[in-house]
């Protein structure tokens, strides 16, 4: 009895052992980035404007595709109606690039969809979504350079592939090249040593190329008015030869046209601005995009018959058939320009996302160190830059473009999803800092009714909890706060992935009325919008403090299932190409990453003196709050009535309110310096601007700045 009990007890305690092994591991695996109250300190030089970082969002994503794309999709799949399609394509491009432009402005790191995965989700699907993101980087580089030197070739009248695959020959073994592309390699290499002189000279070359690239653009659609022929539209089949169903398929196509916009978010680090710079960097680039895409393959079907487009070499084929072969030349330098911002931007995000992964103990730490002379990750940039020459130098354009999309298509649809969560959670720990340090007299600049109703109203806010008008659901309350949304976007996905499979797969069997597809799409179209439901029932965080997306949980959810759609619609080869890319990330993650991790409890170290505080509706523009004490001595002041002279010599109306700060020194000439005399520290003017914009200036006397709030307002 007694060795019976033994093993009973022996194996009671192993399977106690290996629970809680498993517990342990599982923990680990969902632990998240903690932001702790010093979001905004980097080693990165905060360089970029609001402008850089629109034409670097506008370059990465008007490349290849305007001067390639248009052609092919017209004419093999939508005719005229290709303008309908990027126009659709575009519009759902935009919601997931809200979500983006949220993110980017509430968490202003390095690593786009990755850190804003890790800090909502869980460390596995961060380093799930990042290392997808490296590879689509390095292939993304490799393509376009690959791109490139095939439109040179073609200038060439294909001089350079004659004599390559003369001499240099690999044979035809997929999916390697015929032979070296030597032009591709060099030109990648070439990019890659700007790119390394840091991120100023990067922004420059790319803001030279976009602007060219868009004259071009502009030329095009110009011009398209003295060529114009309306009976293009309405002949040969109308606007819309094939259907409505080739425009869902052409829209499938021209979305991957806008990729390219995250680029703003993984360069978030470097922006001067982020909380402003990027939502606006991130939305005007997509309109811009919009505007080209619409705008060049609408003028490129009115000027041509759509039968008569010439798939490889679209628009210099339709001038030259209207009697302006010279514009050709012009085409030239566009396609030329726009392939070479797009080789920028994505050898420049690059390094920024490995930088990312590196400083959090996730990928080697040599990857994280930053060179103190250009400020950026100059290891990661040249290794993952050789890396992009050589799979240029090797590979066929094919075989790298069908790997392009899954990476980007997932991290599109989980940071949708986590923006939903977020959205009915409590603040970020250096959000809810900001909001403790806010002075009264911030409070009382807004002293009407109606502002002083909606400030007891988000006082009563409890993200995540039930509306009163749902206590008839009051069993979701049992959970935590956000733990119910949590599950219900949970749900909503796995819906939306059975009623996309059903749409894709069965498409043909719902024309027919088959019993089992009208079953399937009821069934997960209702249980779509039941989740929906549930999630809108509970309360959102209204008091975010920078940029929010309008109509959450509707824009996000849409975003996600289109996204959702477009991966089931990929070639089964590239789920099997992305399953070994994941086999080789595994064995980093579990060999390094998941030992190294630097995620770790609530952060107690030092808060840094720039704040992010609410930004009220009567100023135009951002301002900084810096904390030049700590906020003991701060509450000490008030509970002796000295609220007022935390800021001496100054009215309420005469201090702009803020949405950003960082812990490094703000950029150079970006706030207004303290003016000192002779005699050391003297009276000094305020500035702040009234509801129409205009400065207005407070005279402030004070012999120790040190132990004051000091307001910086924005040149």
Known sequence: MSSRSRSVNSVSSDARGSSLLCSALCSKLVRTKNMGLDALSTPLRRCLSTLELTLLSLGSMVGAGLYVLTGTVAHNIVGPGIVVAFLLAGVVALLSGLSYAEFGARIPKAGSAYVYTYVTVGELLAFVIAWNMILEYVIGAAAVARAWSGYVDYLASYKISNWTETHLSMGNVQPFADSPDLIACGLLLLVMLFIAFGAQVSAHLNTILTVVNMMVVAFIVSSSFFLVDLHNWMDHGGFIPNGWRSIIQASSSCFFAFVGFDVVGNVAEEAQDPARGIPVAICVSLFLAI????????????????????????????????????????????????????????????????????????????????????????????????????????????????????????????????????????????????????????????????????????????????????????????????????????????????????????????????????????????????????????????????????????????????????????????????????????????????????????DTGPQSPYLIVPKRKMYKRSDVIRVNQPPSCIDDRRTAGEEDSLIQGGSDSDFPLSTYGTRSPPPSGMYDSEPTGPDGPRSRKTRSEDSEGSEVEAEATTEDDTSMLRVGSRR
């Open 291 to 602: 505007f080209a895409y619409t705008g060049v393959s609408g003028a490129l079907t009115l000027m041509v018959p759509w039968t008569k487009i010439s798939p490889k070499s679209a628009l210099p084929s339709a001038f030259k058939m209207r009697g302006w072969g010279w514009a050709g030349n012009i085409i030239a330098v566009g396609a030329l320009s726009a392939m070479s911002a797009s080789l920028v931007t994505s050898l420049f995000a690059m390094p920024r996302c490995v930088y990312a992964l590196a400083s959090d103990g996730l990928f080697y730490h040599s990857f994280a160190k930053i060179n103190e002379r250009t400020q950026t990750p100059i290891l990661a940039t040249i290794v993952f830059g050789v890396l992009g020459a050589i799979t240029t130098l090797l590979f066929n354009l094919r075989s790298l473009v069908e790997f392009m999309s899954i990476g980007t298509l997932l991290a599109y649809t989980v940071v949708s999803a986590s923006l939903i969560v977020t959205r009915y959670q409590s603040h970020f720990p250096h959000e809810v800092a900001g909001l403790e340090m806010i002075p009264p007299w911030f409070e009382r600049l807004e002293d009407s009714e109606e502002a002083t109703k909606a400030r007891a109203r988000r006082k009563k806010q409890k993200p995540g909890r039930l509306k009163d008008s749902f206590s008839f659901l009051g069993f979701l309350n049992r959970y935590e706060p956000g733990h119910a949304v949590t599950t219900a976007v949970l749900i909503m996905a796995m819906f939306q992935v059975g009623l996309a499979i059903v749409l894709f797969y069965g498409v043909d069997a719902i024309g027919e009325k088959k019993w089992w597809a009208i079953a399937g799409v009821t069934v997960f179209s209702v249980g779509f919008f039941l989740s929906l439901i549930v999630i809108g029932a509970h309360q959102q965080n209204r008091n975010i403090m920078t940029f929010k997306v309008p109509f959450v949980p509707l824009f996000p959810a849409i975003s996600m299932f289109c996204n959702i759609y477009l991966m089931v619609a990929l070639q089964p080869m590239t789920w099997v190409r992305f399953g070994i890319w994941m086999i080789i990330g595994f064995l980093v993650y579990f060999s390094y990453g998941i030992r190294y991790s630097r995620a770790q409890g609530p």
